[in-house]
């Protein structure tokens, strides 16, 4: 079983789907087969996304807990165990994969389940800075959204 996870995207101030979030929730819909589950992840765009899908998947689920990329990687690690999911597919923005495999890695090691991203396509210098700067708050990220997500040890 696949989850096709796709993260949310938001600029303050925002009172409709972001076209980054769009561009990414497109691409996911490419990407989506029937057999698939889809997970729209973020807070508040997850809801936002799910008005506005119109791909094919077996069941669509709203994550809306999840703030920060680290918070959704630690929440589909949960769902991927609850639905026995062998596969997970991010689908965010190009700039953004690498810190997305590198989280939903993190957050299923030693699970079993294959971690994989594709990008959709946005640009913007600013976003690009935004990343550089969420890459040094990994450490703090990791620490709060993974800190007793794990009880086995």
């Given at each position: 079983?696949?989850?096709?996870?796709?993260?949310?995207?938001?600029?303050?101030?925002?009172?409709?789907?972001?076209?980054?979030?769009?561009?990414?929730?497109?691409?996911?819909?490419?990407?989506?087969?029937?057999?698939?589950t889809v997970v729209l992840t973020g807070?508040?765009?997850?809801?936002?996304?799910?008005?506005?899908?119109?791909?094919?998947?077996?069941?669509?689920?709203?994550?809306?807990?999840?703030?920060?990329?680290?918070?959704?990687?630690?929440?589909?690690?949960?769902?991927?165990?609850?639905l026995g999911a062998s596969e997970v597919v991010a689908v965010t923005s190009?700039?953004?994969?690498?810190?997305?495999?590198f989280l939903f890695r993190r957050a299923l090691r030693g699970s079993g389940v294959a971690v994989s991203t594709v990008g959709a396509p946005s640009w913007s210098g600013r976003l690009l800075l935004r990343e550089a700067a969420a890459h040094a708050l990994l450490p703090v990220q990791i620490r709060r959204a993974f800190s007793g997500a794990r009880t086995d040890g």
């Open positions: 079983m696949r989850l096709v996870v796709v993260l949310g995207y938001s600029a303050r101030g925002d009172q409709g789907l972001h076209p980054v979030c769009a561009a990414r929730l497109e691409t996911a819909a490419g990407v989506a087969s029937v057999e698939d807070r508040p765009e997850a809801e936002l996304m799910r008005a506005a899908w119109q791909g094919r998947a077996l069941d669509v689920v709203c994550e809306t807990d999840a703030g920060v990329t680290a918070e959704s990687a630690a929440h589909v690690a949960r769902l991927a165990g609850e190009w700039w953004h994969c690498r810190r997305t495999a």
